[in-house]
């Protein structure tokens, strides 16, 4: 169970150097934030975790970690993908970095975690199946 306020928080920084690649067009900033996706699918976001060094109130509630860590699986493979096409063919690049911005920012301004609804989703379809 993780603090809902972590992944909102990691999502406004993840906004911003999403929409400083969108200007710049930096393969090499994407993919560190790729490298913050990937910590982050395994529990290990630097962005959550400098939200737990700050002075901040307990939270009131806690929420599941899994569709949080499944989320930044997505984020990663939408930065590898932006990478790629950074690198060969700029328009996917700016494409996938578009979507990866408009999912961190509904998740930062509006709380609204797009991964983890796909998450959720996926778990009940599996789960009617199974």
Known sequence: MIDPRAPRFAAWIT?????????????????LQAAVFALGAYGRNPYALLWKRLPHSPPTDLEAA?????????????????VVGLLTWTPLGLLATAAALAAAFLNAAFGFCLGCVIYLLFRRTVGAHA
């Open 15 to 31: 906004t911003a150097v999403l929409a400083v690649v969108l200007l710049t067009h930096s393969a090499a900033l994407l993919t």
């Open 66 to 82: 899994e569709p949080v860590r499944f989320a930044q699986g997505v984020g990663l493979a939408f930065a590898v993908l932006g």
